[in-house]
């Protein structure tokens, strides 16, 4: 897991309430609003030590998941790093999960998949193209 430049804590912190975890993984709060998912997706994905994104939405009466789901959308296209997200919370997150699929953005109804597929991203990408793997084809 990536450690935050000085400067992504600070801007953070600028947009997020204090109670909020500045490090990784970063906590918006459960009652949290697509503004502060923006914060800290914002700083994060700015950060050069960020390779991927994971991000993780669970309802509350607080939160359009739609308005994340699109920030989320907007971001991916603009970085170039991979994300994934971890939308928990079944039926209530489908129109959320419907953005998220229209971009290209792979969606998990838990973090542990959603942690394994970035883990499986990362293995692909050190061992290089496939054929450079020996064996059967």
């Known amino acids: 897991m990536a450690s935050f430049s000085r400067e992504t804590v600070e801007r953070m912190k600028?947009?997020?309430?204090?109670e909020a975890?500045?490090?990784?993984?970063?906590?918006?709060?459960?009652?949290?609003?697509?503004?502060?998912y923006e914060v800290a997706l914002s700083a994060v994905l700015d950060d050069?030590?960020?390779?991927?994104?994971?991000?993780?939405?669970?309802?509350?009466?607080l939160l359009d998941v739609t308005e994340v789901a699109m920030l989320l959308s907007t971001y991916a296209g603009k970085?170039?790093?991979?994300?994934?997200?971890?939308?928990?919370?079944?039926a209530d997150m489908a129109a959320g999960a419907a953005i998220l699929k229209e971009a290209g953005i792979p969606n998990y109804e838990s973090p542990d998949r959603a942690v394994r597929a970035l883990a499986a991203m990362v293995h692909y990408q050190e061992r290089g193209r496939i054929d450079d793997v020996p064996g059967p084809r």
């Open 79 to 90: 970085t170039g790093k991979p994300m994934v997200a971890a939308w928990v919370g079944g």
């Open 14 to 18: 600028e947009g997020l309430p204090e």
């Open 21 to 36: 975890n500045l490090y990784n993984p970063v906590d918006v709060i459960g009652d949290a609003d697509a503004k502060r």
């Open 48 to 61: 050069p030590g960020v390779n991927c994104v994971l991000a993780m939405v669970a309802p509350s009466d």
